[in-house]
Structure formats: structure tokens, C-alpha cells
């Protein structure tokens, strides 16, 4: 038997709201399976267990309550100890009620927890969307279908972009109906294709807590967390102007041979660089936690993704340096995707060894960028400007960026900042190794 | 496809990329950049979305057509299976 308790997400997290549970008494959670979401200053996070466990028990209903970071919030046991609630998968022994229509509950793994919930909010199991593990019923279905069909109507209350909002008008569509793919509840136009030929009622509405300002809270977050680093870290700050032009050079070509949604920005070699060079210089990759630091074997890097509406967050690529530029392309575009939808992990909120900063395309020539403690550096990258430079003796123009390096005087001296730069600056010379 | 349709479609991706921007307020014959705050991560994915709904491949040296709305929905209706 264990206690789960609330997790810290984020260095800077010293309370969250439990919003929802994903799991109940005697589910299977299996490692890394999502089991809550809680409400935190950098949005709505999903916790995942990290062990096979069975619920025993929750303690904590979802709410508004704001809980320490550390609270107990549930009882889990292993999978393997034996429990009287321990079955996950049932025989079908739900009487069939004479004279109902119901598609065959056989067809659908549901557990019993579930099921007395499903009975008990008066849902029709069969008319539910699986979604959990092997295709089975989870709690969230169930409640998803509870507030689809209790969604009041109205287009005016719910949250749309103009774009969808101008459709439901000319289409007559009523946006209650609609299910919103972003956490924050936001509906877009996306999300209402086939809603003209839906049912009342049969579309799940997903949606973000209304009411709270998010964006005020997730500026108090960033205050406290950019106070701290300021009051605390002695910066120091290190440029380099980098020459991309074999880096991008190869990218075109590399990109050339293949289709769209395969393409490489380079953004990802600009970070698998960062992560490499990082592995060899160990004293800027971790935390300094009272007046000690320390080191982190792998690296998770933090990229900072700023949020449309304002805010930012610096979610993990989890040992960064050890994906190939495919597998970084794909990371990044999933973290920059599901951190303006507002849906990031809990590990990835907490993880962070260093971070980097500001992906180059756009705005400034350089950054001096601040550290996110506990961490102890971050590295920025520029724009990419077509510049004079000297090549072998000879004036070129080549593609430049201004890479800059904040670090904590504390832990390393401006040399140490120097050779990491140095050694990004070769890796980019190199870009078929990346 | 009809031009109209491919702006629909367009502005559709767009929607889910910039949920902020009304649609109404973009010019169609000025450049995107000048208009949106877009990253080089939402025009790629404002690309791979058109590239989806409409069944039209868009290669890398092609995507400097994208630049406006007019140019992303010329290229798409000249570049639609019929």
C-alpha cells in the first residue's frame, strides 16, 4: 500500500487545485498512465504514476481546493498484491434488462467502479466513448458523457474563437454542443466539424475551469520564479556570433527530400547542439539546491514557448541529447503544441536541468536571458541575419546568429560558460552529425 | 476547389493554429508576418494543416507562395486534384 501525494510541477509550485481525477477505486494505473489533472499558475497539468498500482482509495475529491504540494491524495497498492477490488476486466454479469435496447455491454471492457458510476449518473455505458487502456471505459468517459448531454445551450457562454463563433451564426450550430480540443475550453473551427449532422447530446464537452484568471496567475508565477533568480543568482553573460550557413545549407537539403510533415526546422538542430555540448560541460546542466549543486546525468531541456494571450512556460524535452533530429523535430512540435493547449505533463513541468530560450526565427538579434531557478543556466538563441563575416581571410555574407549563455556565477566561471558555447558553435559546423 | 473554398479551408487551419486572430481583419494580399504573431513552428504547422485538408503536397521550395492568403489560395486551387 502507498500514499500518492501531490507532486511538485515545478520548481516554483507550492500549491495546485485537484480538478479532476482520471482514475478511481479499483482502476488499474499503469506507469506513466495520467491519472489527475491539477490546476496550477502554469495551467492545467497532467499528473502521471509512475508505478503499476490498483486505486485503492482517493482522498481528495476534485474541486477548487487549493492542496499543498505533498498532500496525500490517494492510496494506491501494487498491481501485484491481491485485493478483493483487484479485477480489471469483468465478466459480464450486468443483467440484461428484459425489453431495453442497449448495445451489448460484452463488447466493452468497463470495471465495476465504473460501472456503479456509469449507473449510478444514469449514463448508458454502450453509448459511451472508450478511451482508456486496451479500449476499455474509463471515469473521465463517463463523466464526459454526463456533461455532453447536461451542456446548457446558449452559444453566448461558451468560450469560441471568432472564427467558430462567425460559423456556429451561419450554420445555426449551437457551440454548447461542440467538444473543445484545448484544455483552456476554447473552441475552434476545427472542433465543429460534423456538429451540423450531431444529435443533442452526443458529442463530449471538455473544457477549462471558467471564472479563473489564468493569465493573472501565470504572471504571478513567472514574478515569483524571475524575483527569486534575480535576488539569488549571480548572472553571468557570455555571446557568440555562430556562422549557420553549413547548418542551414544542410537542413534545405535535408528538408528537400522530404515530404512536409517531415521537415526540420532549425530550431531542432539549434537544440540537439545545446543538449550535446551540454553533456560535456556537466556544470551547467542541474540544480543548486541550499547552497549546493547538482549535477544532472541526463538532460532535459527546458524550451521556453511563449503562450498566445501572454505568459510563457519552459516544458522538458526529456535526455534531449540523446534523440536524432527527427525524434527532436517531433518533440518540439508536440511540447509547442500541447503547452498552448495547455496540456502539459507533470514531468515535464518539473524536470528541467537548463533551459533554452527564444527559437531564433523571429524579433531580436539576441537575448540576455534570465535563469530559471533551481537551474543554473540558459542559453539563448537570436535571429538568424544575413551578416558580414570573415571566412579564411575573406568578407562573406553568411546566415549569423548571436548565441548567448546565462549562467550562475556560483557554480561556474565565465571560462567554463565560454567552452560550452565554443562547443555548440563546432557542433553546428558539423550539422550530418547532429 | 473554388477559391473561396480554399480560403475556408485556409482560415479554418489558421483558427486552430491563431484562435485569436478574426478572420475578418486579415488583409488577404498582405503578408502574413506583417499582420500575425506567427513562429516559423505555426507556419509550418499552418502548411502541414493545409497540406492535410486539402490533399495538396506543399514542398519546401514552394512555401514562399504561402506568404499571403491570396498566394496560399492560388497555389492550393492550382494544385487541387480536380
Known amino acids: ?434 | 476547389m473554388t477559391t473561396d473554398e480554399a480560403k475556408a479551408t485556409i482560415f479554418e487551419v489558421l483558427d486552430g493554429i491563431a484562435p485569436e486572430v478574426d478572420a475578418a481583419t486579415v488583409e488577404h494580399d498582405v503578408e502574413l508576418d506583417e499582420q500575425l504573431d506567427l513562429d516559423s513552428m505555426d507556419f509550418l504547422n499552418w502548411l502541414i494543416g493545409i497540406s492535410k485538408a486539402t490533399g495538396v503536397d506543399i514542398p519546401q521550395r514552394d512555401a514562399s507562395e504561402f506568404l499571403t492568403i491570396d498566394g496560399a489560395a492560388a497555389y492550393v486551387v492550382s494544385h487541387a486534384a480536380a
Not at chain 1, 28 to 53: H, L, M, P, S, Y
Not at chain 1, 96 to 110: D, F, L, M, N, S
Not at chain 1, 274 to 285: C, Q, R, V, W
Not at chain 1, 338 to 365: C, F, H, I, K, P
Request: charged share 25%; with cysteine; proline share 6%.
Open chain 1, 1 to 434: 500500500m502507498s500514499e500518492f501525494v501531490l507532486p511538485s510541477l515545478g520548481a516554483d509550485m507550492d500549491d495546485g487545485a485537484l480538478v479532476s481525477w482520471l482514475v478511481g477505486p479499483g482502476d488499474a494505473v499503469e506507469r506513466g498512465q495520467i491519472v489527475a489533472e491539477v490546476e496550477t499558475d502554469k495551467g492545467i497539468i497532467e499528473v502521471e504514476c509512475w508505478d503499476d498500482v490498483v486505486v485503492e482509495e482517493l482522498l481528495v475529491e476534485a474541486g477548487d481546493t487549493r492542496l499543498a504540494v505533498g498532500t496525500p491524495i490517494a492510496r494506491f497498492r501494487s498491481a501485484d498484491e491481491s485485493g478483493s477490488a483487484a479485477q480489471t476486466t469483468v465478466p459480464d454479469e450486468t443483467p440484461q434488462r428484459q425489453g431495453t435496447v442497449e448495445k451489448p455491454a460484452a463488447a466493452q471492457r468497463i470495471t465495476p467502479p465504473v460501472r456503479h458510476l456509469a449507473h449510478e449518473l444514469g449514463v448508458d455505458v454502450g453509448r459511451v466513448g472508450a478511451t482508456g487502456p486496451g479500449g476499455s471505459v474509463t471515469r473521465l468517459d463517463v463523466k464526459r458523457e454526463v456533461t455532453a448531454t447536461s451542456a446548457p445551450p446558449g452559444n453566448g457562454r461558451v468560450k469560441a474563437s471568432p472564427l467558430a463563433r462567425r460559423i456556429a451564426a451561419d450554420g445555426g450550430l449551437d457551440l454548447a454542443l461542440a467538444a473543445a480540443s484545448r484544455t483552456d475550453g476554447l473552441l475552434v473551427a476545427a472542433d465543429l466539424a460534423g456538429l451540423a449532422n450531431a444529435a443533442p447530446g452526443t458529442k463530449p464537452r471538455r473544457g477549462g475551469q471558467p471564472g479563473v484568471d489564468k493569465s493573472q496567475a501565470m504572471r504571478s508565477a513567472i514574478a515569483r520564479s524571475m524575483e527569486r533568480s534575480k535576488r539569488e543568482i549571480p548572472h553571468y553573460y557570455l555571446d557568440m556570433r555562430m556562422d549557420l550557413h553549413r547548418s542551414l545549407s544542410w537542413l534545405e537539403e535535408f528538408n528537400d527530400e522530404r515530404s512536409i510533415a517531415d521537415r526540420i526546422l532549425p530550431a531542432a538542430l539549434l537544440l540537439k547542439a545545446s543538449a550535446l555540448a551540454l553533456t560535456e560541460f556537466g556544470d551547467l546542466n542541474g540544480h543548486w539546491v541550499d547552497g549546493v549543486f547538482h549535477h544532472s546525468e541526463i538532460v532535459n531541456l527546458g524550451v521556453a514557448v511563449s503562450l498566445r494571450g501572454g505568459g510563457l512556460v519552459a516544458p522538458a524535452i526529456r535526455d534531449a541529447a540523446s534523440l536524432t533530429l527527427s525524434e527532436m523535430m517531433e518533440a518540439l512540435t508536440d511540447l509547442v503544441a500541447r503547452a498552448r493547449a495547455g496540456r502539459l505533463r507533470g514531468s515535464e513541468m518539473a524536470e528541467q536541468t537548463v533551459t533554452v530560450t527564444n527559437l531564433g526565427d523571429r524579433g531580436v538579434d539576441r537575448t540576455f536571458p534570465v535563469i530559471v531557478p533551481p537551474q543554473v543556466a540558459i542559453i539563448g538563441f537570436g535571429r538568424v541575419v544575413d551578416s558580414p563575416f570573415v571566412v579564411d581571410g575573406e568578407l562573406e555574407v553568411r546566415p549569423i546568429v548571436h548565441t548567448t549563455l546565462a549562467a550562475d556565477h556560483r557554480v561556474t566561471d565565465g571560462h567554463t560558460g565560454g567552452l560550452l558555447l565554443l562547443a555548440i558553435d563546432r557542433l553546428l559546423q558539423e550539422p550530418q552529425q547532429l
